[in-house]
């Protein structure tokens, strides 16, 4: 008899049983082969097992590219924030800051447009961005925001540089600085208003996170661009700003939940290092930097980095969470057996 | 009465999902009602939903995963019938929607021990859907038929539905920029033709109707289910309290959902945004505080000192 494959031949003992065929039953058995390039993230090695559809993610992984948004929520955050500066500035006579912070200002928002425009999936339509106003969308209420803050601050930009029609230039500083918050902070709604784990569940300290963070990078590169004589108000603003935008971030994370654990892998976790270093040597160099315009400026980049940094750590974590079904499992299904353990005490 | 359903606000569609969208005399609200126990794992949904719709062919792998070779929904997959192999007894699956089996399947009659999950996933079509809340163009909406739609000339490829949904089910199809998803045939539906996957279904695990009929139909399978011992039955997005509003395609389940790849207890994002722009305004405001406070406490800049 020639040598028969056992599992071929009909009946051949029962040498592999049927309960130990390799099946995908839990228990015994091969993991399941990912799809070549991985549609989506598969199991780790040596992890607990998560219970989800062959550990597959639950949610989709944001579809936003680097460095356009996680770009856009630094720039718009240091032009938002840059607006309010440049008026202080202004209010306070402090020209060449007003000059500088300005030019910045104009400069991110229009950086900010193009990321926003090349992130587009079909980058003609752009405009339809302002087919309606939704305030359920962040995204419609920042478009509608971006269209009103752009043109005011290319407008004080512009008057500023060529020295005309002042009273128009002072009008678009002012219409800068009024919607600049909204725009700084906006984007913490962005982020939060989605089903991913480590930027929703942090989403009632995330406005305060990046508001902090957008004035930490307005001071930063004012202490940078401005002479020592003016730049006086953004010693104590940018360290402050900075520890602040460190101790929200920390608490942002710790309402994350099981999902925090996302901010300290990985590139997330690489990112938000540094940026905790930098902002913590920045705000330090920045507060005993005295009148020292090289210290002021090192501070001042220092702070400003950590903030961008900072924001591409938000960013990346977010899309490490979603590919991990348990932080979206674990939390609903918690929140299931306390609706049920409830319910029960409500009967006893 | 749950958390979810006290967690109403103004954003919220409430159950006349036509009518809250400006809809005068809508015709009722259409859903699916996909009854996982009787799937037989055809995937004959997955075929007439790819040739209806004329969504593209996104690669021809084997995944190994059981029967499963489309892994999940994403753009270019509106239906995916899911196939989880489990060490438990078969006895869930007796089949018979017409009337008690001729005796019940035993234990032993369930190849020792191993079932064979089977269950055809589609987009939930929420009441309260995140995609359609959070879409800036308007180009997602709502139909008359309380279902949710994008409309692909519209769509500029933001992707901000993508991580709304709660589900993982909208996506962005490669080389072309703009999100799709499971539209519930809204063609066919306009000319009183039932969706192209319900229409396949040889077993009538898909069933397609208005979603008051479908919901007392699953409440009457769930029953009979559980009547006959099926304790694990359970149905799924059929709840109109639940964190979505109530799903406008739900589901009977054999396990827990997450075991079919589903969120166990979804809640529509948008139901925290109230509180977001809330604290978005504090936020906003404390930026001119901090601001304001640092050029006041430095005073009026005095041409070269301090």
Same mark, same amino acid.
């Given at each position: 008899m020639p040598n028969v494959d056992a599992t071929t031949t009909n009946g051949t003992s029962r040498a592999r049983p049927l309960d130990e065929v390799m099946t995908g039953a839990n228990g015994p058995g091969a993991p399941p082969l990912r799809v070549e390039g991985g549609r989506r993230g598969g199991k780790r090695s040596g992890e607990p097992t998560p219970r989800s559809y062959y550990d597959l993610p639950v949610l989709n992984k944001p579809v936003w590219g680097a460095p356009d948004i996680p770009g856009y929520l630094f720039l718009g955050g240091l032009a938002g924030a840059g607006a309010v500066v440049s008026a202080a500035a202004q209010l306070t006579g402090r020209r060449e800051l007003a000059r500088s912070t300005k030019v910045v200002n104009a400069g991110a928002i229009g950086l900010s447009l193009f990321a926003l425009v090349h992130d587009l999936g079909r980058r003609g339509r752009f405009l339809n961005m302002l087919r309606v106003f939704k305030v359920t969308s962040p995204m419609s209420v920042g478009s509608w925001l971006l269209a009103g803050f752009a043109p005011a601050v290319a407008g004080a930009a512009i008057s500023e540089l060529t020295g005309r029609v002042k009273p128009i230039g002072a009008m678009a500083t002012a219409g800068a600085a009024a919607l600049g918050p909204a725009v700084a902070t906006y984007t913490a709604a962005l982020i939060s208003d989605t089903a991913v784990p480590a930027w929703h569940d942090g989403h009632t300290v995330m406005p305060f996170v990046f508001a902090s963070s957008a004035v930490t990078s307005a001071a930063g590169l004012g202490l940078a661009l401005a002479p020592v004589a003016e730049s006086g108000p953004l010693k104590p603003l940018g360290a402050l700003a900075g520890l602040a935008e460190l101790g929200l971030t920390k608490a942002m994370e710790k309402k994350t939940g099981l999902a925090e654990t996302t901010y300290h892998e990985g590139r997330a976790g690489m990112l938000m290092g540094a940026s905790e270093l930098l902002l913590v040597c920045g705000a330090a160099l920045t507060a005993t930097s005295g009148r020292s315009r090289t210290r002021r400026a090192a501070g001042g980049m220092a702070v400003f980095t950590g903030s961008l940094l900072t924001r591409f750590g938000i960013f990346e974590a977010g899309n490490a969470s979603t590919q991990r079904p348990e932080y979206t499992v674990e939390p609903q299904r918690r929140r299931v057996k306390d609706r049920s353990n409830g319910r029960e005490d409500g009967r006893g | 009465?749950?958390?979810?359903? +006290?967690?109403?606000?103004? $954003?919220?569609?409430?159950?006349?999902?036509?009518?809250?969208?400006?809809?005068?005399?809508?015709?009722?609200?259409?859903?699916?009602?996909?009854?996982? +126990?009787?799937?037989? &794992?055809?995937?004959?949904?997955? *075929?007439?939903?790819?040739?209806?719709?004329?969504?593209?062919?996104?690669?021809?792998?084997?995944?190994?995963? =059981?029967?499963?070779?489309?892994?999940?929904? +994403?753009?270019? /997959?509106?239906?995916?019938?899911?196939? #989880?192999?489990?060490? @438990?007894?078969?006895?869930?699956?007796?089949?018979?929607?017409?009337?008690?089996?001729?005796?019940? *399947?035993?234990?032993?009659?369930?190849?020792?021990?191993?079932?064979?999950?089977?269950? +055809?996933?589609?987009? @939930?079509?929420?009441?309260?859907?995140?995609? !359609?809340? *959070?879409?800036?163009?308007? =180009? !997602?909406?709502?139909?008359?038929?309380?279902? %949710?739609? %994008?409309?692909?000339? #519209?769509?500029?490829?933001?992707?901000?539905?993508?991580?709304?949904?709660?589900?993982?089910? #909208?996506?962005?199809?490669?080389?072309? &920029?703009? %999100?799709? @998803?499971? /539209?519930?045939?809204?063609?066919?539906?306009?000319?009183?033709?039932?969706?192209?996957c319900a229409k396949s279904c040889p077993t009538d695990? #898909?069933? $397609?109707?208005?979603?008051?009929?479908?919901?007392?139909?699953?409440?009457?399978? !769930?029953?009979?289910?559980? =009547?006959?011992?099926?304790?694990?039955?359970?149905?799924?997005g059929r709840d109109p309290a639940d964190g979505i509003g109530g799903a406008g395609a739900f589901f009977l389940l054999l396990d827990e959902p997450e075991v079919y790849g589903l969120p166990p207890d979804p809640v529509v994002t948008t139901r925290d945004l109230p509180s977001m722009w809330k604290l978005v305004a504090v936020a906003a405001s404390s930026v001119l505080l901090a601001v304001g406070t640092a050029f006041a406490g430095a005073g009026r800049h005095q041409g070269g000192a301090r």
């Open positions: - | 009465m749950s958390i979810a359903a +006290s967690a109403r606000n103004r $954003f919220d569609n409430g159950q006349d999902a036509a009518g809250a969208s400006g809809y005068r005399d809508a015709p009722p609200r259409m859903g699916f009602f996909t009854d996982t +126990s009787v799937c037989i &794992g055809c995937k004959a949904c997955e *075929v007439a939903c790819k040739e209806w719709n004329r969504v593209p062919e996104d690669g021809l792998d084997f995944t190994g995963m =059981s029967y499963d070779n489309t892994v999940g929904l +994403s753009a270019d /997959t509106w239906r995916h019938v899911a196939f #989880i192999e489990q060490r @438990k007894p078969l006895a869930a699956q007796v089949t018979g929607r017409d009337g008690p089996a001729e005796r019940p *399947v035993t234990v032993e009659d369930a190849a020792e021990g191993l079932r064979w999950l089977m269950s +055809s996933d589609v987009c @939930k079509h929420c009441t309260e859907a995140a995609c !359609l809340d *959070v879409c800036p163009t308007g =180009s !997602l909406f709502r139909t008359e038929f309380g279902t %949710v739609v %994008v409309q692909e000339d #519209i769509c500029n490829g933001c992707g901000y539905c993508v991580p709304a949904c709660p589900f993982g089910v #909208i996506d962005q199809r490669h080389g072309d &920029g703009r %999100v799709w @998803k499971c /539209t519930l045939c809204y063609d066919r539906l306009g000319v009183g033709a039932e969706p192209a695990s #898909i069933q $397609f109707g208005p979603l008051d009929e479908l919901r007392q139909r699953a409440d009457r399978r !769930l029953a009979q289910l559980h =009547s006959r011992g099926v304790a694990d039955a359970r149905l799924y």
